[in-house]
């Protein structure tokens, strides 16, 4: 397995020039990269200013690792409005479009939402009505999918939504396409679940991995912490990945990163990630 890392790790604000050179210092193998509204890597991007990305990542000698995207809070492809719908599925076919260009194989998507108790006034949705409603939508992105021939990882995400790897397992068969898969988050597991149990039933469904850890005993989103230091057993995580023959990026993704001299975090994760992997012994 390579190791990874999200921009999203980085201090705010920092130039994706910047994180590129930080994460190669700290012996990254990859970088995941977000597509925003605005700024360096946003839906308006040109593709001169998007081939400058991809410059950038093959002088490092970094791979894109994935491209994700925090919009889907914003459009969901779940909402009651029809209009946010297609929305979140034009961001969709950006993101994919956008990911073929720079050389990504897979895109984060988040199938929408029940509800976000970490979001202030979010709607709750009916989760029959979710439910077909992100069918619908991942299965109009599959095609898309398909003709760009990048992955689409859906992450399980605190959105009260495919709680349980069943039901993703449920949800990614029936859409029917070897292009949409699991982006399986460990850390986001803990709070419902093991995510060595995610792993052996989503098995060959995984496309990529996000690693975080988290403490149960914090509660909410204050249980995020370093690598290492929360209840995901690594151990048994990994010994699940080998099992189901995964050996793509695992790829952590920091959140928040540290207040005061935020590039120790990186160099910090990075040890964390040969640890767990068993490098260097």
């Not at 977000?34 to 839906?43: F, M, R, V, Y």
């Not at 397992?169 to 679940?193: E, Q």
């Not at 695992?250 to 207040?259: C, D, H, K, Q």
Request: net charge negative; aromatic share 8%.
């Amino acid at each position: 397995m390579k190791k990874g890392i999200n921009i999203w790790s980085f201090r705010e604000g920092m130039p994706i020039a910047e994180c590129i050179q930080l994460a190669k210092s700290a012996g990254f193998e990859g970088i995941e990269l977000a597509l925003n509204e605005q700024g360096e890597l946003s839906l308006e991007a040109t593709e001169k200013e998007l081939l400058g990305i991809k410059s950038r990542l093959a002088e490092s000698g970094l791979e894109l690792c994935g491209l994700a995207t925090g919009l889907y809070w914003t459009y969901s492809m779940t909402s009651d409005s029809a209009a946010i719908r297609a929305k979140a599925i034009d961001i969709g076919k950006k993101q994919l479009e956008t990911a073929a260009l720079l050389g990504a194989d897979t895109i984060l998507v988040i199938p929408g939402a029940v509800g976000v108790d970490f979001i202030p006034d979010h709607p709750v949705v009916d989760y029959d009505r979710a439910y077909d409603r992100a069918l619908e939508a991942i299965a109009i992105l599959a095609e898309e999918a398909k003709q760009t021939g990048v992955n689409i990882g859906i992450e399980n995400v605190w959105n009260k939504f495919l709680l349980s790897p069943l039901e993703l397992r449920g949800f990614i068969d029936a859409v029917g396409s070897d292009y949409v898969g699991s982006y399986l988050d460990v850390g986001n597991v803990v709070f419902v679940g093991y995510p060595e149990q995610w792993v052996r039933i989503l098995g060959h469904r995984i496309k990529k991995v996000h690693l975080k850890d988290y403490r149960r005993s914090a509660g909410g989103l204050h249980g995020f912490v370093d690598l290492l230091a929360g209840d995901v057993d690594y151990p048994a995580v990994i010994e699940a990945l080998h099992e189901v023959g995964y050996e793509g990026y695992v790829t952590a993704e920091m959140i928040p990163p540290y207040t005061h001299h935020a590039e120790q975090i990186i160099y910090n994760t990075s040890a964390s990630i040969d640890a767990i992997l068993g490098r260097g012994r």
